[in-house]
């Protein structure tokens, strides 16, 4: 319980020290005017509290990711818990920071806009390919398991495609509305949820008082078919960084009322959302210790809450992980529509440009949802590429951020040291998995370490031309 007491106190240090010195890097100007002021639409560009932007932007990251991704990297011990705090603070949270705050400068844009602006645009194709493959997995991923929780908790009385099918009319009406009539107003309550779980599974670890692993008892346990590196860091991604967040970062950063709230909207989103990972991976921890690690994510999370906070208590915390993935899967569905509107240049303000965009997005989200529910290996294919395209898409984001400081004479190793390391990892990570190359360790590992090295060397060449 040491190692995860510290891995806590470090993460809200973390917000407060580094989050501070990250704010005056990049130079949060309250005086200067926001797009929700200076572009309001009354659909997407719309001004919202502090509170209000904070929580919507706290559940459109906090999705599966930082659950069931935590579960999975739990089983590496606690080499899980360091990757969480030491990426939550200096990659997950500068990255979402940085990038949502890039896009309160540029009128609200989409992240695809935002790398062609800073890396051009061939690199913006490329990206615009991988953000709507990503939200698309998310839509995809995030219907199948709350429905597969909630089968389980409903019994025989409704069965999994029913659930898919309110789940995605809900996800249709929360991509067309006004992003305060139905986001705005639900999402204060699913924040409550999720709060509440992670608090009381907190709780309820510190009162039980589970062995868990020390960290001077070894960082990990060796796995030959899947060493913690690259593994982990691909397994474990909402929990310490991701792609995703950039790409919901514009949705808050159009309704952002002053920029002196960005630290508490992105930074401090990304922070909770550390908090919760750290949460469940000690959970999971002290669970495989008693059951073993045959369950599935979701059987994991009910045993759990069921277990700990009995059954009103359960079944509130089974409401916030419920709701988490559900509330980021509608906002990646609507992320995807922004995405192509800003790319064809199309207004939104009329309720059939919207359908015109949604319809075909949900199309193609329903053919990879039931690839998904084929069976427990469909599902596991798609997350795995679910999470590497992830992790890929915060190599760009880091990259293209990396540039923009570089142009402005500012400090670069913030995001040059994390984009390093995320080039190597995502490199690595296709050429070793299964699902990728399939490629021996060492082959694996240098062409990993050539990428990088590939991308140091190009960024360096122009650093000079960018200043």
Known sequence: MVTFAIALIALVLGYAFYGKFIERLFGADPNREVPSKSMADGVDYIAMPTWKAYMIQFLNIAGLGPIFGAIMGAKFGTASYLWIVFGTIFAGSVHDYLSGMLSVRNGGESLPQLVGRYLGTPVQKVFMVFSMILLVLVGAVFVSQPADILVRLTGESMSINAWIGIIFVYYLLATLFPIDKIIGKLYPIFGAALLFMAVGIMIALFVNHPPLPEMWNGFGVKYDKNPIFPMMFISIACGAISGFHATQSPLMARCLTNESKGRVIFYGAMVSEGIVALIWAAAATAYFGEHGTDNTAAQIVLDISKTWLGKVGGLLAVIGV????????????????????????????????RLAISIPLFVITFFALFYSLRDKEGFNVIWRYFAWSNQALSVFTLWAITVYLRSKGKNVLVTLIPAMFMSMVTCTYILIAKEGFNLPWYIAYSGGAAFTLLLLGIFLAKRDKLK
């Open 322 to 353: 419920v709701a988490a993935p559900i509330s980021s899967g509608d906002t990646a569905l609507r992320s995807a529509r922004l995405i192509v509107a800003d790319f064809l240049k199309k207004k939104q303000k009329t309720i059939g440009s």
